[in-house]
């Protein structure tokens, strides 16, 4: 006969960032620039299509009258010096994927709750740290020397857990024994993670707290909302959740192991030639590693372990992804000049921190490009270690449509800024003119194709037309006067190819006769 051993019971962290988005800004720019927390009204905005909204104010804008959700305009006529910055979601949204990572110091797994929140499960764990008391405690105390704001609790679910950590007191626990229901009915509706417009109509019934939900019958508000078969839409299936009636699905945040190769080596090395092979295998190790995973490096860490212990880190950035060793080596060469090997070099290890999708390339092509030239990214990696991160700039696209605007220089290791998606142009020409020179043409109607123009004191004759591609102004940010434009790919009777635009329509109101530009070149 054996014994069943019961399984312990669930006991969930959830951990609150109600500051998450200003303490960020406040990390990075706002300790730049040697701010306190609070030392003047601040809000973070987003831009919307009726004008800059705030999406997070710090604690002397809220205590100003500045809230959250609420126009800028509004938030400066209760509050004139209220300063501003741009938000970024996606920033806050990696920065919290990290602490999520992080955060398994206190459970096996977390996840993320979206978008200033964590869960993490301490099952089992609290008498490592000598209770969920002190978990709480050393969890309160770890967020604070990260200089961030939180509210934490445990709960045998995740929905009561949130529900204490927002709008219970602080470090509340619910024991797995207690009365869910009768601890958590002072908690009001808002607690069950319900969306805003449902919470109007709870409220509009009478129903501002978590009891008065069940004082009434379950039918009756399954009668109301069994049409909503989403979570945040009906308040029984987050109210069961919260209860543990039903399971509540979490997705874990996985760690994902930077590729990483090392050497070993028998015996310490002090000379540059020896470094320089360990390092050129390494690297192969590294193309190979990340080869398999189709990826390719954007930061590179080398760390050179010596016989007394003493380790020297090098980091290298690259402009585009890549898993070329020969282009590595070249690279971290200039960085290994200034390394004291002192009694010996023991261990060499190259990591790769950030990596980005890499697809198979044809080898025979890109033998080819290197003994004809240097690919662009390769010569902004060798410009950028010579002169510096700041000497250097590249092109990256811009979303505008206008052709003059579609590009802007931003330094080679500066991310990318976030897009809603890649503009899909149409055909552009080989070489666009740094701007457009006004071009005199003729032609049958004024709303037609042209017959033949003069540039730079020759006539050309027309042969073929495609056309036109007509782009509007940007009404945002062009004046109401401004003129669309219809582009034309031309080519004339000697076969060269130009592209030609005209400068608004025929009685438009917007002034007098169209002009007529040229502004690019075609193959």
């Not at 619910?174 to 601890?183: F, H, S, V």
């Not at 019958?217 to 979570?231: D, E, I, Q, Y």
């Not at 033949?452 to 109401?480: C, N």
Request: charged residues 30%; contains cysteine.
């Amino acid at each position: 006969m054996t014994d069943e051993v019961s399984s312990p019971p669930r006991r969930i962290l959830s951990v609150w960032l109600p500051r998450l988005a200003i303490d960020r800004w406040r990390l990075g720019e706002g300790c730049a620039r040697g701010e306190g927390p609070d030392a003047d009204p601040l809000a973070l905005i987003a831009e919307t299509a009726h004008g800059p909204r705030i999406d997070a104010v710090n604690d002397a804008g809220r205590a100003a009258g500045a809230r959250r959700g609420m126009m800028l305009a509004d938030a400066r006529t209760l509050c004139p010096r209220l300063k501003v910055a741009p938000s970024d979601p996606e920033g806050d949204l990696a920065f919290l994927g990290k602490l999520a990572v992080w955060a398994q110091r206190w459970g096996p797994w977390s996840a993320l709750d979206a978008p200033d929140g964590l869960v993490i499960d301490v099952t089992a764990v609290a008498h490592l740290f000598g209770g969920e008391t002190r978990l709480l405690a050393d969890a309160q105390a770890a967020f604070a020397r990260r200089r961030l704001t939180a509210r934490l609790a445990i709960a045998p679910t995740a929905g009561a857990a949130w529900a204490l950590s927002h709008f219970g007191p602080e470090r509340a626990i619910l024991q797995p024994g207690d009365d869910a229901a009768a601890c958590l009915e002072e908690l009001p509706v808002a607690a069950l993670r319900l969306d805003d417009e449902v919470l109007v109509v709870l409220r509009r019934l009478g129903l501002k707290r978590l009891g008065d939900l069940h004082g009434i019958g379950r039918s009756a508000l399954h009668r109301r909302f069994r049409n909503r078969k989403s979570p945040a839409a009906n308040p029984l299936i987050r109210m069961d959740q919260l209860l543990g009636r039903v399971s509540e699905p979490l997705l874990p945040v996985v760690r994902r192991q930077a590729p990483l190769v090392q050497r070993r080596l028998l015996e310490p090395i002090r000379h540059r030639e020896l470094l320089d092979q360990v390092v050129a295998d390494l690297a192969g190790d590294m193309a190979r590693e990340l080869e398999g995973k189709g990826q390719g490096a954007r930061r590179l860490e080398i760390g050179l372990w010596r016989v007394d212990g003493e380790v020297a880190m090098r980091h290298l950035e690259l402009s585009a992804a890549t898993r070329d060793p020969a282009h590595v080596c070249r690279l971290f060469s200039a960085k290994l000049d200034d390394v004291d090997a002192g009694f010996g070099i023991e261990m060499v290890r190259l990591r790769a921190s950030w990596t980005e999708p890499l697809a198979l390339e044809q080898g025979d092509i890109e033998a080819a490009a290197e003994t004809q030239g240097t690919s662009l990214a390769a010569c902004l990696d060798r410009l950028t270690v010579r002169l510096g991160e700041k000497a250097v700039r590249r092109p990256v696209l811009h979303a505008s449509h206008m052709p003059e605007r579609a590009q802007r220089w931003r330094p080679p290791l500066e991310r990318e800024p976030a897009a809603q998606e890649e503009l899909r142009f149409h055909a552009r020409p080989l070489k666009l003119l740094d701007r457009a020179e006004k071009i005199a043409v003729l032609y049958a109607t004024p709303d037609g194709h042209p017959k033949a123009f003069r540039w730079r004191g020759q006539v050309r004759e027309i042969a073929r037309v495609e056309g036109p591609e007509r782009i509007a102004p940007e009404w945002w940010r062009s004046k109401s006067t401004a003129r669309l434009r219809d582009y034309y790919r031309i080519e004339d009777t000697a076969g060269c190819r130009y592209w030609i635009y005209r400068h608004g329509l025929m009685e438009d109101g917007r002034g007098g006769l169209p002009d007529w530009f040229l502004q690019g070149l075609c193959a």
